[in-house]
């Protein structure tokens, strides 16, 4: 694999990579962020001066006052003339007005940098993930996925917002330093630049080993959101099999995973900030003994040593803001490389490049000679031929893992086959324009999802400029408006989170009337009826059969009373289809399907 196609950050949780790996991920990192900063150039180049300008006007300060002690204020004591002392100490005053001004424009250019950026990744991460393919969402997490949009952009806007500014003015400091010291007393600014060795070699272990402390830092941290995300998310299933104390028990070895990488990168500042202080006192000294002798000799003048100590410290001053700058760094790199991955991803169904209309479908589905293996090799459906008619209404039965439920996938165009075509009214799905696909083909599924809002809005979902007329109408379709009317508000009741005021068989009668309303042309209910009891069972059946009429619908079920419904059964077994008929004639016939249903009738009895 060539390291330009690094990429899928279920693959990256871990805070070890070659080198190759490496570089492809920086290089992958570096182009996202070069995409993001491009619209910004004039405020980028804005901010750039601004920050110059504040930084010279406060760079020249120790080199007015050696002026002024060497040579304004003999002048003002021995004869009397203060209009030098006078005109320094404007000077000093206004140049550091002047800084000053330009550090608070400054704070907001580079805040409002900071958003931008911030805004933008927070989109694209959004839209991003929204557009991939049900594939990746199977296999990431949803605590990764939080832990890109919350930890790893906090990380991010960290370094933005203080961070880069204290890296910045301390690039600028130094620099403005150097060639200032370089200026009135070249031969201190070669002292410095000797300390500038041990300095180098300091940073540069720091940033190795800070970089695989931090990567390894944002490994936990994802991994700790996911412990926490996933038990709250599944609290009934940990508080009905007591499993508390085991949860504790996993959380408590992550934290404590989270706490040791934390303390690993913490000792590397406990070498890096002696040493920075030592460098820095080293070199003063340095510089005050050497200007001592030559003052004493009268080769420098006072003042002039005074500027030179007050800039070596000026030097080493920011340096510990570059440490505190790659403390941030180390961490944003790490996040952006996890953000990075999630925006390389590609979706496994691609949009058609040139898109074939269907705005009228009929309904008619075809499988010609299609197979399906998952990302792990696995097959689960091997060379199905099948032709399902406009308006037929056909149930798929099956053991666990026939592959029933990948063959609805494939109808919803959630998967591609591996081999083979899945075509409606003749044209292949991944042809089809992606409008008029979600418009002729819709899938309910046994996890209702209702999402924050009113229960008008849930049932809206395919349909948003439906009038509430529809809504009720759609409602009373599937027998859902009664216990709609019921509610605090009826359609205006807020389900909360998740669907949280009504049951699952609720729940349930809510997407059957998003389903009516969308009016689709092919109709997938994948376990759809699992969640209802049998007296809503009962209820549904008759709303089903006005939900399915005149359109094709697929439906998955082990209950064979909704089976009972169809006109056309198919028993699948290991991908295949094993029988194939009307219920009748498959219970007639004393195969798989009537040994099935048979069993159903006892367990009713």
């Known amino acids: 694999m060539s390291p330009e196609t690094v ?9 070890q990579y070659t080198r190759e790996e490496s570089r492809a991920i920086r290089r992958r990192s570096l182009r996202l962020l070069g995409s993001i900063l491009a619209p910004l150039k004039r405020l980028i180049w804005l901010t750039g001066i601004v920050i110059v300008v504040s930084t010279a006007m ?3 300060g120790p080199t007015l006052i050696a002026f002024g002690i060497d040579e304004a204020l003999p002048r003002a004591v021995d004869q009397g003339d203060w209009g ?3 005109l320094i100490g404007l000077a000093f005053v206004v140049s550091g007005g002047i800084g000053a001004a330009f550090v608070g424009w400054y704070i907001v250019l580079i805040a409002r940098l900071t958003q931008a950026v911030m805004m933008e990744l927070r989109t694209r991460i959004f839209r991003h993930t929204q557009r991939l393919s049900l594939e990746f969402h199977e296999g990431y997490t949803s605590g990764r996925i939080i832990a890109r949009q919350t930890s790893d952009l906090e990380s991010i806007q960290e370094l933005l917002d203080g961070s880069l500014n204290e890296l910045i003015d301390a690039i600028l400091i130094g620099s403005f330093t150097l060639l200032m010291l370089f200026l009135i007393d070249w031969r201190s600014g070669l002292l410095l630049l000797g300390m500038g060795i041990p300095l180098v070699l300091l940073m540069r272990w720091f940033v190795r080993e800070s970089q695989k402390g931090f990567r390894a830092t944002r490994v936990v941290s994802a991994r700790l959101i996911v412990q926490f995300v996933e038990t709250m998310t599944g ?20 934290a404590d995973d989270y706490r040791r990488a934390n303390l690993r990168v913490f000792r590397l500042f406990g070498v890096l900030d002696p040493g920075l202080i030592l460098l820095a006192n080293v070199t003063i000294a340095g510089v005050l003994l050497w200007g001592a002798l030559r003052v004493s000799d ?3 003048a006072i003042g002039v040593l005074l500027a030179s100590v007050l800039y070596v410290r000026n030097f080493f001053g920011p340096i510990e803001e570059v440490a505190m700058f790659l403390n941030s760094y180390q961490s944003a790199t790490a996040a952006l490389e996890k953000v990075s991955g999630v925006l390389e991803e590609d979706p496994t169904v691609q949009d058609p490049e040139r898109a074939r209309r269907l705005p009228e479908a009929r309904g008619e589905l075809e499988f010609d000679g299609v197979s399906f293996a998952y990302a792990t090799g696995r097959t689960v459906l091997a060379d199905c031929a099948l032709t399902i008619p ?3 209404t056909v149930a798929l039965v099956g053991t666990t893992g026939a592959g029933k439920s990948t063959l609805a996938k494939l109808v919803a165009r959630f998967y591609d086959p591996t081999a083979g075509r899945v075509l409606l009214d003749g044209v292949d799905l991944r042809q089809l324009d992606p409008e008029d696909l979600r418009r002729a083909i819709v899938m309910v599924t046994q996890e209702a999802y209702l999402f924050s809002g009113t229960v008008a ?6 349909k948003p400029d439906a009038t509430l007329a529809e809504i009720r109408a759609a409602a009373e379709a599937v027998g859902a408006h009664g216990f709609i009317e019921a509610l605090p508000d009826g359609y205006d009741t807020d389900v909360n989170k998740r669907g949280g005021r009504v049951s699952a068989g609720q729940r349930q009668l809510v997407s059957f009337a998003r389903a009516f309303l969308a009016d689709p042309r092919v109709l997938i209910l994948d376990e759809a009826t699992a969640s209802l009891d049998l007296p809503s069972e009962r209820l549904v059946q008759d709303a089903l059969q006005r939900l399915l009429a005149d359109r094709t619908a697929i439906i998955i079920a082990h209950r064979l009373s909704t089976v009972a419904i169809a006109d056309r059964v198919l028993v699948m077994e290991h991908g295949r289809v094993v029988e194939d008929g009307s219920p009748a004639a498959l219970i007639a016939a004393g195969g798989r399907y009537a040994a099935l249903n048979a069993g159903w009738e006892a367990s009713q009895a």
Request: charged content about 35%; glycine content about 14%.
């Open 457 to 462: 809005e849930n049932i809206a979902l395919g």
């Open 235 to 254: 609290i009934r299933a940990v508080q009905a099999f007591r499993r508390e104390p085991r949860g504790r028990e996993v959380f408590g070895r992550v």
């Open 7 to 15: 990429r899928g950050t279920r693959g990256e949780d871990r805070d």
């Open 58 to 60: 406060r760079a020249i």
């Open 84 to 86: 030098p002392a006078i």
């Open 390 to 392: 406009a308006g037929q």
């Open 298 to 300: 009268g080769t420098l």
